[in-house]
C-alpha cells in the first residue's frame, strides 16, 4: 500500500516536474527582459527595437511551422490572429517598451502586473459580477499604487514621466482587453504558430508606422547594446520563455501558473536597483508589496467565483 502511494506520488512529481520548470523560468525571465527593453531604448526609438524583436522572434516561429508544414490558419482564425497582434503586440507591447524609455524598468513592470485589474473592471462594465475578495483586491492593489506614486509625485512635472506612466497604463488595457478577446473569440488553432503569427503581422505594422511618422533609424546606427538587448529579447524574452509559458498553462493549473505575474515586477525591480542602480526605496518596495497583495485577491477572487 505504501508503496503505490509514493509511485503515484513520484509519477506526479514527474508529471508536473517539467511545467513547474517552465514557470520558473517564465517567471524569472520575464523579470529581466524590462530592464533589457530600458536599456535598448536608451539609444533607438522604442517602437523600432520593439518592431526588430517581433519582426526577428515571428519570423523565427514561422520558419519552424514552415519547415514542419503545419497547416496555416482559415477563415475567422485570422481575424482572430490580427486582432490579437494589434492588441498584445503593436499596443501591449509596443507601449510597454516606449514607456521604459521614460520611467524605470522597476516602475514599468509594476504597472505591467495591472492587467488583473483592468480584466475584472473591464468585465464588471460587461456585466459581471465582481466578488467581494476581487472588490477588495482592486481596493488594496490601489492604494499600493498610491504609495508607490506617492514617491513620484514631483516626477509627475516632468512631461516625459507623465507620457511613460500614460503609455504604460494604456498597455495593459489592451493586454486586458487581449486576454479576454482570447478566451471568449480566439479560434482554436495552433498556439504557438499563432503566436508566431501575432508577432511577424504586429512587426510590419510597427514598421510601417515609424516609417510614416518618420522616428526610425538606419539599423547601422543602432548601437551594439541595443542590438544585444534586441537579442535577448528575442531569444530569452519572445521564443524561449513564450514556449515556456504556453507549456506552463497546458500543464499546470492557472493557480499556480498566475504566480509568474506576482514574481516578474519583484525581479524587475531588483534587477533594475542592482544592475542599473534604479532607485529601491521604502514607497516601492512596500507599495510594491500592498499592490502585488491586492492582485493575489482579484485572481483568487476571480477563480473562486468560477467553482
Not at 508536473?16 to 536608451?42: D, H, M, Q, R, Y
Not at 526605496?281 to 493575489?296: D, R
Amino acid at each position: 500500500m505504501k508503496n503505490s502511494i509514493k509511485s503515484a506520488f513520484l509519477s506526479k512529481i514527474n508529471a508536473i516536474g517539467l511545467p513547474i520548470l517552465a514557470l520558473c523560468w517564465v517567471s524569472f525571465i520575464w523579470g529581466t527582459t524590462w530592464l533589457a527593453s530600458k536599456e535598448g531604448v536608451k539609444h533607438m526609438p522604442a517602437l523600432q527595437l520593439a518592431a526588430i524583436r517581433q519582426f526577428i522572434g515571428g519570423a523565427l516561429y514561422l520558419g519552424f511551422f514552415w519547415y514542419k508544414k503545419t497547416p496555416w490558419p482559415k477563415g475567422k482564425q485570422w481575424k482572430s490572429i490580427l486582432i490579437l497582434s494589434i492588441l498584445n503586440f503593436v499596443l501591449s507591447n509596443g507601449l510597454s517598451t516606449w514607456g521604459v524609455k521614460y520611467i524605470s524598468s522597476g516602475l514599468g513592470a509594476i504597472i505591467g502586473a495591472l492587467v488583473p485589474l483592468w480584466v475584472v473592471i473591464i468585465s464588471f462594465f460587461k456585466g459581471e459580477r465582481l466578488a467581494r475578495l476581487s472588490v477588495l483586491g482592486l481596493v488594496i492593489s490601489f492604494g499600493g499604487v498610491c504609495v508607490i506614486f506617492y514617491d513620484h509625485l514631483t516626477d509627475f512635472l516632468k512631461p516625459d514621466f507623465r507620457f511613460g506612466i500614460l503609455i504604460s497604463i494604456i498597455s495593459t488595457v489592451t493586454w486586458a482587453f487581449g486576454t479576454l478577446y482570447t478566451k471568449k473569440k480566439a479560434a482554436c488553432f495552433n498556439p504557438y504558430f499563432s503566436l508566431g503569427l501575432q508577432m511577424f503581422i504586429s512587426s510590419i505594422l510597427l514598421f510601417a508606422f515609424v516609417g510614416a511618422t518618420g522616428t526610425s533609424v538606419s539599423l547601422s546606427a543602432i548601437p551594439m547594446i541595443s542590438w544585444v538587448s534586441i537579442g535577448y529579447l528575442v531569444v530569452f524574452g519572445s521564443v524561449l520563455t513564450f514556449i515556456a509559458f504556453i507549456y506552463a498553462l497546458q500543464h499546470l493549473p492557472a493557480s499556480i501558473n498566475s504566480i509568474y505575474a506576482y514574481i516578474n515586477p519583484i525581479v524587475a525591480v531588483l534587477i533594475g536597483a542592482f544592475i542599473a542602480h534604479e532607485p529601491l526605496n521604502s514607497a516601492i518596495a512596500i507599495g510594491g508589496a500592498v499592490t502585488l497583495g491586492g492582485l493575489y485577491l482579484v485572481n483568487y477572487g476571480i477563480r473562486k467565483a468560477r467553482k
